[in-house]
T-cell receptor, first 115, second 113 residues
């Protein structure tokens, strides 16, 4: 099993450019999430999905879009990159959520710099 | 809403020293509690978890006990190794609206030989 695969690992964007961070999991998990990790702030939830066709906003959704057309894939789109979006982005998946959560599996992260 | 507070880092210890990383939480309902570890250049990995009061999670010599009366889940290890150098995150998930993990800010641990 590959687990959770994120691409790319590193990316530099210019302000105003758009891009998509890819996330794929091969564990048939229903629940997938995107987090951003900033120094001193831990991981903050951007968007999440409880199944194909269903997405919802997390704590810091502004500037990001997501879609979930298949169980396996959960891409994160930056529509118009801003320097404030410089961060490390993690995708996670899990079989359950809430009290049913046993373990969330994380990708290796995408380090994004917006100049 | 939910929140997790971890002790500020970084923490630097000598090999074989005792480790404690404090974690306290506020949450709606009855949360499950987790410790995740992030080694350099990698994603987060589950270290241990506890799902109800007085449960003790343990793994790789690390332990944490779910204390409902003090809303705490402190991470301990009796004798740290250089290979334990990493960032440690306390996290919770509850039956509240988002039903997703809420993380603390992370504690950087460096163990010197």
């Amino acid at each position: 099993n590959a687990g959770v695969t994120q691409t790319p690992k590193f990316q530099v964007l210019k302000t105003g450019q758009s891009m998509t961070l890819q996330c794929a999991q091969d564990m048939n998990h229903e629940y997938m999430s995107w987090y951003r990790q900033d120094p001193g702030m831990g991981l903050r939830l951007i968007h999440y999905s409880v199944g194909a066709g269903i997405t919802d906003q997390g704590e810091v959704p502004n500037g990001y879009n997501v879609s979930r057309s298949t169980t396996e894939d959960f891409p994160l789109r930056l529509l118009s990159a801003a320097p404030s979006q410089t961060s490390v982005y993690f995708c996670a998946s899990s079989y359950g959520t809430g009290r049913d959560l046993t373990e969330a599996f994380f990708g290796q992260g995408t380090r994004l710099t917006v100049v | 809403g939910n929140s997790v507070t971890q002790m500020e880092g970084p923490v630097t210890l000598s090999e074989e020293a005792f480790l404690t990383i404090n974690c306290t939480y506020t949450a709606t309902g009855y949360p499950s509690l987790f410790w995740y570890v992030q080694y350099p250049g990698e994603g987060l990995q589950l270290l241990l978890k506890a799902t109800k009061a007085d449960d003790k999670g343990s793994n790789k010599g690390f332990e944490a006990t779910y204390r409902k009366e003090t809303t705490s889940f402190h991470l301990e290890k009796g004798s740290v190794q250089v290979s334990d150098s990493a960032v440690y995150f306390c996290a919770l998930i509850s039956s509240g609206s988002a039903r997703q993990l809420t993380f603390g800010s992370g504690t950087q641990l460096t163990v010197l030989p």
